[in-house]
């Protein structure tokens, strides 16, 4: 149910992990909270102001018309775990009765109802209980039909939330959830392997929403590309952008191509491993150059032969940095629902993969000093010929196909 809270002119934002931290790391946590309310509400082209009441963040739009829009943005940016758009008011029983009245006199409350009453300001002259008794009789004195409401505590259709503080009192009936974790930008960044597949885009994601913003790269396979292999690398590139908001990092595309045909021509069995050890190598290489602190894939333990656990050892040697592998434990149906989820199933539906690189026969149970033996010599000229070639991508040109994030409204928690 999407109730707009009449009045409504602040968006009341809350987050979860930042709250259990240290007062210093709190500040400097909520600091890239704000920063990336403000980067993603100039985004979405809504005016307001970011700042703080009562230790939460708070937004309040030049224009009252856009609060709905305000909340969605709120509800999507890593950090919150959920938003409310809220009418303010004066703490005094009159303004609040007030606020209560209009909400029923809008016709909003039909069925049953509760009402929440919580008083940060324990001086106050009346009990939340006062409070919460005096604005349901407001309720059924200001209803056209009183006989069509009642008061349900356990299950209302309408909760009314009614948040005391010192001066201001602020009335919310909606909250919208959001994806929680740290803001993006409150950890260093971490190299992030794009393919264009499904799984790359969301194991992004699950570091973003840990704060640690990614670098993004995709490895150009040349004639061993599918055709629009690129342009939907760029695509899941362009749909997880906006996640990281005001911490987003350039992305590059790497030349791979050289690589790959000396590669076919010269490997067989454990070709797909020594690709592998190629891409974290250029990985490896532009977190250097990034001062990133890591490498994410969205390798899944078994979900191809390149991703048994042997091979997730025999292939990550080559790395000086850790290979963080945040969809590991997961099934591909769960990974294609968090796609979904964060909107970048669109631009990924076809496996992306290497199948026309692939050899007949894979190896499964490779060691890292048996692929050691199957790497040309010369791997080292190839990546860094590779990073040399790469090229930044400017998201700005590009026109992305975006899937609105799923909101889900829990008016009656
Ligand atoms: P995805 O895993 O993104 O759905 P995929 O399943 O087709 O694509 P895999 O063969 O499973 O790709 O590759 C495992 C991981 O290796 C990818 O999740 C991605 O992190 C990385 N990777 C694969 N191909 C590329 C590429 N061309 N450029 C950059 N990274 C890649
Ligand atoms: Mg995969």
Redesign the pocket.
């Known amino acids: 149910m999407q109730v707009m809270t009449p009045g409504a002119d602040a968006v009341l934002v809350r987050f979860g992990d930042i709250s259990t931290k240290s007062p210093q790391v709190r500040r400097m946590m909520e600091d890239r909270l704000l920063a990336n309310l403000r980067w993603s509400l100039q985004d979405a082209a809504i005016e307001a102001e970011v700042t703080r009441e009562w230790a939460r963040p708070i937004i309040l739009p030049n224009d009252e018309s856009t609060i709905g829009a305000a909340t969605e943005v709120a509800a999507s940016t890593i950090g919150v775990v959920s938003a409310s758009p809220c009418a303010r008011v004066p703490t005094t029983m009159d303004s609040i009765l007030g606020a209560v009245a209009s909400l029923a006199e809008n016709g909003l409350i039909d069925g049953s109802f509760a009402i929440r009453a919580r008083r940060a300001d324990k001086s106050l002259p009346f009990t939340s209980v006062e409070l919460e008794r005096a604005a349901g009789s407001t309720v059924f004195e200001s209803v056209d039909d009183p006989s069509s409401i009642e008061v349900d505590l356990e299950d209302p259709d309408m909760m009314i939330f009614v948040e005391v503080h010192e001066s201001t009192t602020y009335l919310h009936t909606e909250i919208l959830q959001g994806p929680g974790g740290l803001p993006v930008g409150t950890q260093a960044p971490c190299v992030s392997l794009i393919s264009g597949?499904i799984?790359s885009p969301v194991a992004a994601y699950r570091l973003m929403r840990r704060g640690s913003p990614v670098v993004p790269v995709y490895i150009d396979l040349g004639p061993y590309s599918g055709p629009d292999h690129q342009a939907r690398a760029i695509e899941s590139i362009a749909g997880i952008r906006p996640y990281a908001a005001s911490a987003a990092h350039d992305a590059y595309v790497v030349p791979g191509g050289d690589f790959v045909t000396e590669l076919v021509g010269s490997v067989d069995r454990g070709r797909m491993l020594v690709l592998r050890r190629f891409m974290f190598r250029v990985a490896d290489r532009i977190a250097e150059a990034t001062d990133a602190v890591g490498i994410v894939t969205?390798?899944?333990l078994g979900?191809?032969s390149s991703q048994t656990a042997s091979n997730l050892y025999a292939t990550s040697v080559v790395a000086d940095r850790p290979i963080h592998r945040p969809l590991l434990t997961l099934d591909k149906n769960e990974i294609t629902e968090l796609a979904k989820e964060i909107g970048t199933y669109q631009s990924a539906k076809i496996d992306a993969g290497c199948p026309s690189i692939a050899p007949a026969q894979v190896a499964t149970k490779a060691t890292p000093t048996e692929v050691d033996a199957l790497e040309p010599t010369d791997i080292d000229q190839y990546v860094a010929a590779a990073i040399d070639a790469a090229e930044i991508v400017d998201l700005e040109t590009i026109e992305s196909y975006r899937d609105p994030p799923i909101m889900t409204s829990m008016s009656n928690h």
């Open positions: 597949g799984d969205g390798e899944a979900q191809k």
